[in-house]
Each structure stands twice: as structure tokens, then as C-alpha cells.
């Protein structure tokens, strides 16, 4: 257990305990993006988050898995994937933060800034020098978030997933450099 503060830290997924994963993403996912799918989101739980894929996930060499916990609950989860590149921004060092969700109902009490805050400092000890993600476009108390942390735009892409309603498709892909 990775302790980030009095009542939060990071308690690392793996074989043993993963299966927990898929009935937690059951509750929280939809809360945040039911809307943007014609299933509700089911096709994306159902497939992002099935043990054939969360297997697959875990047994990546340069990926670390968590789920999120607050005051002795699990709330989210948190993924990261090191030495993978942004194209086009830069040669240097980076880190991808592939998935962070938190339950809603938790949000704006500080979790994901110490979760980020928590990541910037790793990645500095590993003289890493940029963190990048994707993010939703519809979703721009999410794109606020960020940017209220320093990160910046740097390009967009499309989900092709053939579920997911046409007009929310478009993510941004944003990173911030890190000093």
C-alpha cells in the first residue's frame, strides 16, 4: 500500500486481486459516461475491464496498476504505462497516465491532484520528463482539471469504438513537462 496522504493511497492491482476491478468500474464508469454510449457503457466495462484484458494489462512490464482508496474504501482506479510516447512531442523521458476514474460522488475533494501529484514525483525520481494522456473532450470539467495543473494541449484523436455516440468521440491528448 502506497500511503499519499491521512486517508488516501494506492493499493497495487494484481493477479490476486484484480477481479474486484470489473464490479467497482461496473458502478463508477457509468455515472460519468453512460451518456456517451447507445449501451450505456456496457461494451466498454465489459471489454476494458473482463480478466482477459486486465490479465493482459497487468502482465505488461512497464505498467502499474492501482486501485484508489479513500478512507479505507476503494473508490477508482489508476494506470500508468512508462516509456510510452506522445508522437510528435518529444524525445525525453515519458510517462502516460492510461487511466485514472474515480467515483463521482468523491470527486473534487483533492484525490486526483495528490494521485497527480503523487505521479509528477515518481516520475521526477526516474528522471522522467513528461507526463501525457488522453482525455475526453465532452468531458471539460476533466480538460479544466488539468489544465489547472499545468498541462497543455498538444494534439487530438478519435475512439472508433462503433458504440460510443459520434459527437463524443474526440479526445484530447495533453501533457505537461516537468521541471
Known amino acids: 500500500m502506497l500511503y499519499l496522504t491521512e486517508h488516501l493511497s494506492l493499493k497495487e492491482i ?40 486486465i490479465l493482459r494489462e497487468l502482465s505488461e512490464e512497464k505498467s502499474e496498476y492501482y486501485y484508489v482508496v479513500f478512507n479505507d474504501d476503494i473508490i477508482g482506479n489508476f494506470r500508468i504505462i512508462w516509456d510510452e510516447n506522445l508522437e510528435g512531442l518529444s524525445e525525453e523521458k515519458q510517462v502516460k497516465l492510461h487511466r485514472i476514474y474515480l467515483h463521482q460522488n468523491l470527486q473534487g475533494k483533492g484525490i486526483g491532484k495528490n494521485i497527480l501529484f503523487w505521479l509528477e514525483n515518481k516520475a521526477k525520481e526516474k528522471d522522467y520528463k ?12 476533466a480538460l479544466s482539471f488539468y489544465k489547472n495543473l499545468g498541462f497543455k494541449y498538444h494534439s487530438h484523436t478519435f475512439l472508433e469504438y462503433d458504440l460510443l455516440h459520434q459527437h463524443v468521440r474526440k479526445m484530447i491528448q495533453v501533457y505537461k513537462t516537468l521541471l
Open 130 to 141: 513528461i507526463i501525457w494522456l488522453d482525455a475526453m473532450n465532452e468531458q471539460p470539467q
Open 14 to 53: 494484481n493477479i490476486e486481486n484484480y477481479t474486484q476491478l470489473y464490479s467497482l468500474m461496473r458502478t463508477i464508469y457509468p455515472l460519468a459516461y453512460s451518456h456517451f454510449w447507445t449501451d450505456n457503457g456496457n461494451w466498454y466495462v465489459n471489454t476494458q475491464y473482463s480478466d482477459q484484458n
